[in-house]
């Protein structure tokens, strides 16, 4: 009797450990499987951020303060002011104003 309860421990032992083996492989391998997926948007988001620098670079080179003078000049009818239509004013922060 002793030995048949000391080879069911046994036997019971090495099924747990077992199992405990295949759980712990199979969490290994979700495991490897999540930092593959992980490490992939990774790279995603470095090609995305590249592509989005290119983009705002030319964003920015395309609208040029020269075209918007032509515009302003051309589509809008505007123009320069001349020396004597600018006017300056200075403000003193110690005058208060008046009522």
């Known amino acids: 009797m002793k030995q048949v309860c000391e080879s069911l421990f046994r036997a019971i ?36 951020k590249e592509e989005n620098e290119i983009r705002r670079a030319a964003y920015e080179n395309s609208v040029s303060l020269e075209e918007i003078e032509r515009y302003a000049v051309e589509e809008l009818g505007m123009q320069r002011c001349a020396p004597n239509q ?8 110690s005058v208060e104003e008046s009522p």
């Open 86 to 93: 600018v006017f300056v004013l200075n403000w003193d922060e």
């Open 13 to 48: 032992g090495f099924c747990f450990s077992a199992a405990l083996m295949v759980l712990s492989l199979l969490t290994s391998i979700k495991l490897a499987a999540v930092n593959e997926t992980a490490a992939q948007l990774e790279r995603a988001v470095e090609q995305l």
